[in-house]
């Protein structure tokens, strides 16, 4: 009973630390779209520089683990998500490519640029519309998907996505308030200005139509009022601090403060659809893998995880401070 749940705990702290350590630079990607002058797309793309890749290997295993340690889950969730999946993939793919090549090719720089961007905007976007799907319940029969593919392109998914891309862009424009000098630091405060009323907007529908499209979540609201009224006060109390500290300084509080509203909302989920790995559909202990798989995965998990937090902090050490304007090689 207990390996079942630390491993669920590991994969919810993995796709925690993936959402907001690579949320921000899909945010920053993002907002490249925005952003004309040439100069500060590169000091954007210098402060992600340092650590955006080492971000995406949490990714890798919050994966790993729901199929060695729920390859029941693991079953039914693919075949649902294939497709915003691999569209996910894909992005993150050309995401990494666009990255090297803006640095090589210069006088297509700006097109890739415009690559870097699309990829993070879809791979946010793809990322909402797997939260939405689980979210509004994936049609399971036994231990199998019955449902569509396409049930993901449904109007909640699309909210859902919506949302998720704002938080991003959130996260992003603290980010580089936070790194960024001059003329980048008003980017990412007018930036603040628009997205974070936006995402509040889109948090709040998305949580007024969950009720009606997945009762499950009316439920367990029932059951955890305090909890998640606590989570939700958290939210609105970050959201504050943000808002209020767009003009003023330390530059780092809007970020802290991104964080925090970002992570009680990533809390508030896991509250929400507890004890279930497949969302109102399968629970944990019914999708988990034998005692041996669970053994097997947890162990690998022991000794790579603080690698993979001692490189991230240590990354982070040595790049601390304001980007460079002419980036850190300069």
Not at 170 to 177: M, P
Not at 182 to 192: N, V
Not at 268 to 282: E, H, N, S, T
Not at 283 to 303: E, K
Request: net charge positive; glycine share 8%; aromatic share 14%.
């Amino acid at each position: 009973m207990i390996l079942p749940m630390i491993s669920a705990c590991f994969t919810a702290l993995s796709v925690t630390l993936y959402v907001l350590l690579d949320g921000f630079d899909l945010g920053v990607g993002a907002l490249l779209l925005l952003q004309p002058h040439e100069r500060s797309r590169d000091h954007m793309v210098d402060s992600i520089t340092p650590t955006w890749d080492g971000n995406e290997t949490w990714l890798i295993m919050t994966g790993v683990t729901l199929l060695a340690a729920f390859p029941i889950a693991y079953g039914i969730l693919m075949p649902a998500l294939y497709l915003p999946i691999i569209v996910m993939l894909l992005a993150l793919g050309l995401r990494g490519v666009s990255f090297e090549f803006r640095v090589q090719a210069i006088q297509y720089r700006r097109k890739w640029d415009l690559v870097f961007a699309l990829g993070s905007i879809v791979a946010a976007f793809m990322q909402g519309l797997i939260l939405g799907d689980l979210l509004q319940g994936i049609s399971v029969e036994g231990i199998t998907f019955n449902g569509s593919v396409l049930d993901c392109f449904r109007p909640f998914p699309l909210l859902c996505a919506v949302c998720v891309l704002a938080g991003y862009v959130v996260l992003g424009a603290s980010w580089l308030k936070f790194k960024a000098t001059d003329q980048l630091r008003k980017f990412a405060e007018r930036t603040l200005r628009v997205a974070l009323p936006l995402f509040l907007a889109a948090f709040i529908a998305v949580g007024w139509f969950s009720f009606a499209v997945q009762p499950g979540i009316f439920v367990a609201w029932q059951a955890h009022t305090v909890v998640l009224a606590t989570l939700s006060g958290i939210m609105i109390v970050a959201a504050f601090v943000i808002f209020a500290g767009i003009n003023k300084r330390p530059d780092a509080r809007p970020f802290a403060a991104s964080l925090a509203m970002v992570a009680a909302g990533i809390v508030g989920l896991a509250v929400l659809v507890f004890p279930d790995i497949v969302p109102f559909r399968v629970s944990l202990w019914d999708a988990s893998a034998s005692r041996l798989s669970q053994i097997f995965v947890l162990t690998g998990a022991a000794f790579v995880s603080p690698v993979v937090l001692g490189y991230s902090f240590f990354a982070y050490w040595v790049f601390r401070g304001k980007t460079p304007q002419k980036g850190w090689d300069g």
